[in-house]
């Protein structure tokens, strides 16, 4: 990491947390990044999708919305510069868009979550994730990663719903240098 991207979607808490903390917002924070302020909902249109051979292809962008690290009480982190302990975790969500930070839909496709829970300080976790695109889910559970990782990260589907129930693939996601947002490809077959 650059100091960018957790992906699957705590970009700005990854990127903290491999430059030591230094510069956190906890809570929510705006977005960052050109995407249209329109918010996903189940009458969104769905994302275009590639597929060959079995295999489905989605690519979104993300554009951050909230993000933050929290002690094992609850408590959001007061001091930018502490190393998350163990039992901390970070949380982040997104607003996703058709296409990549290059070129994407004006509006939104979906909404994405991420839950990591630190069980070695200060950059090991084991992170949940779900990307919602319309009436359907993406889901990936139990997923160990190294948050201060540079370049992609990879998270396994480990379930979904509706039109997604019974898939199995993965989600990369790329930070987008500069911002708190970030590219995903989504890669799935039955």
Known sequence: MTGRS???RCAAITATLAAGMTGITTGCSSSSGS???SSASSSAVPPRVSAS???????????QQSSGVYQPNGSAVADPSASPAPGSYLVG???DYDGDHTSHSAQAVGTDHLY???????????CSAEIELGTAMLISDGST???SANGAMTFPITNGTGRFAGVHGTVTVTGVTGT???DFTITYSR
């Open 116 to 126: 990591c829970l630190i069980t070695e300080a200060p950059t090991t976790g084991t």
């Open 35 to 37: 995407a249209a302020s």
């Open 6 to 8: 957790l992906r699957l």
């Open 180 to 182: 708190n947002n970030s």
């Open 93 to 95: 969500t997104d607003t």
């Open 53 to 63: 051979g079995g295999t489905t292809v989605v690519h979104l962008y993300g554009v």
């Open 145 to 147: 990663q190294d948050l």
